[in-house]
């Protein structure tokens, strides 16, 4: 099983990213999938997880600024992310989850310049 997140980049406040995140090795179509962040010194947060019938819960950092999709049939999880504040310079994780399994991805560097 394989997570592989790209995407990441550097932006100017006020910009936006797109993140996407490529999953392979089983279907995920029953998972949870979604993105945490971790900024340097800090513990890693949800931004968004959303389960297998759509529903999604956001971290309220992200709300109204930032949106998940994924594509079951080609096992993708995306992330647009607007509105971009310094603050949100972190390295963004893919993840699935499904009862016991809790996968990741390897982590991509989102820097927001001021």
């Known amino acids: 099983v394989q997570l592989q997140a790209s995407g990441g980049g550097l932006v100017q406040a006020g910009g936006s990213l797109r993140l996407s995140c490529a999953a392979s090795?089983?279907?995920?179509?029953?998972?949870?999938m979604g993105w945490f962040r971790q900024a340097p010194g800090k513990r890693r947060e949800l931004v968004v997880l959303?389960?297998?019938?759509?529903?999604?819960n956001y971290g309220d950092f992200a709300k109204g600024r930032f949106t998940v999709s994924r594509d079951n049939a080609k096992n993708t999880v995306s992330l647009q992310m607007n509105s971009l504040k310094p603050e949100d310079t972190a390295t963004y994780y893919c993840?699935?989850?499904?009862?016991?399994?809790?996968?990741w991805g390897q982590g991509t560097l989102v820097t927001v310049s001021s």
């Open positions: 959303m389960t297998s019938g759509g529903i999604t």
């Open positions: 090795g089983r279907a995920f179509s029953s998972y949870a």
């Open positions: 993840n699935a989850r499904l009862d016991d399994d809790n996968y």
